[in-house]
């Protein structure tokens, strides 16, 4: 009932019209029930060091540590010596996640189909940055996205090829932007203490190489989904829920001076920021609002729950309902159209502003995703 526009109605078989090979993103679509999203279960965790290494464990986990009431961090203290930034031409598409599950498989076998054809009790592996994209797809006007699956053993693999806009966007960076971007890895370290008992260290090297990301679990409608995210810190209070309860997200946005401003920070960050954390189930979002110069000038908690009741006022504003429906219903396209079992195989589904979402097919290309290692090791 909560994707009744996708079925064919029974009752009036003559007049439905064939299935469509596209599907909108038209926000008027989508504005139904909220669909059934079941509390995201913390299956695991990896972590990746200095050098992009990966490690099954929760080394590169960070505690938040509250700040002072007027704090004054510079974000742009160490950029030029104190910056080791991440190669973003080394594409590591799903082999992170892949790793991980190699590593974890038996804690991963359902009860019920333990027969080695069957080794994943999931319909969908992917990064939780892909499924941010899809959710606010119906909002999006500037950036389009690529998105490459495989079906492999029953399980649907959706991992993000770069477009070629954004590759172009990525090579043309300007100075100023190449800046920002540290600016938000910077406020984490004026944030984040490496372990329960000690403070931050700002003096220290800002590396984004590493990370700390959650698995989890989840259910979206009738697709089982398992994703991975990274996850800046927790908190530090031995009482605190477990994780995804404990987890915090931390952002950084431009100070708000006018009701404009105001505005546009519920209409566009607010989206992005509720997308990214509703999804493992991260409650708070944690925003240091810096002026022009890169200075933190003020630090504001958002609990994600209440962020629908934050911008109920916005005329015109984007809404969790349509968010999740289009998600759910572009995963019911994904089940229904990448129907080959074939890990060599890749449905490249491909959308741009203001049109449907298409796809193509490919084999053996350049987009095939699976790496030998895994195909082999779950084939088994
Ligand atoms: P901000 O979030 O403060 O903007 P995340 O918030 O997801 O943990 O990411 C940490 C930082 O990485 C961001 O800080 C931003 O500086 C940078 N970053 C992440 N995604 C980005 C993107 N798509 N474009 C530019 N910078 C990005
Ligand atoms: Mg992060
Ligand atoms: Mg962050």
């Known amino acids: 009932p909560s994707n009744h526009h996708l079925h064919q109605s029974s009752s009036t078989p003559r007049q439905t019209p064939p299935r469509s090979q596209t599907l909108s993103t038209r926000r008027e679509v989508y504005e139904r029930d909220f669909p059934l999203y ?8 990896f972590s990746l060091d200095s050098q992009r290494r990966f490690f099954n464990d929760s080394r ?11 704090p004054s961090f510079d974000l742009r203290d160490g950029y030029r010596e104190r910056y080791v930034k991440r190669d973003e031409n080394v594409k590591e598409k799903l082999d992170h996640i892949l790793r991980w599950i190699v590593a974890n498989r038996s804690k991963l076998k359902s009860k ?60 043309n960076r300007p100075e100023r932007n190449k800046e920002m971007m540290y600016w938000g890895y910077k406020f984490e370290q004026y944030m984040c203490a490496d372990s329960t008992n000690s403070t931050p260290d700002p003096s220290g ?28 810190c927790r908190d530090r209070d031995p009482g605190a829920p477990p994780p995804p309860a404990c987890y915090m997200e931390l952002k950084t946005s431009a100070e708000i001076c006018t009701p404009k401003q105001r505005s546009n920070f519920h209409r566009f960050k607010l989206l992005k920021w509720w997308a990214q954390s509703f999804l493992p189930g991260v409650p708070r979002v944690v925003a240091g609002f810096r002026d022009h110069d890169g200075t933190v000038v003020s630090v504001e908690t958002f609990q994600i729950s209440k962020i629908s009741q934050v911008i109920k006022n916005e005329y015109n504003c984007w809404k969790p309902t349509v968010c999740m429906n289009f998600c759910c219903d572009f995963l019911s396209f994904v089940k229904r159209e990448a129907t080959e079992d074939n890990p060599s195989v890749v449905y490249l589904f491909s959308w741009e502003p203001h049109n449907d979402v298409t796809y193509s097919v490919h084999r053996d290309s350049r987009y095939s995703f699976l790496p030998d290692w895994y195909i082999k090791e779950i084939t088994r």
């Open 112 to 171: 019920l189909t333990t027969n080695a054809s069957c080794p994943l009790d999931f319909d969908f592996v992917t990064w939780r940055g892909h499924l941010t994209k899809l959710l606010t797809t119906p909002y999006e006007t500037r950036e389009g996205w690529l998105l490459a699956v495989t079906r492999f053993n029953g399980t649907l693999y959706i991992s993000e090829v770069e477009t070629e806009a954004a590759c172009r966007e990525r090579e």
């Open 60 to 70: 590169q986990m960070r505690y938040y540590v509250e700040p002072e009431r007027s």
């Open 205 to 232: 090297v800002v590396n984004t190489n590493e990370a700390f990301c959650t698995v989890v679990q989840t259910r979206l409608t009738d697709h089982k989904l398992l994703f991975s995210g990274e996850v800046d």
């Open 38 to 45: 079941k509390q995201p279960v913390e299956v695991g965790c």
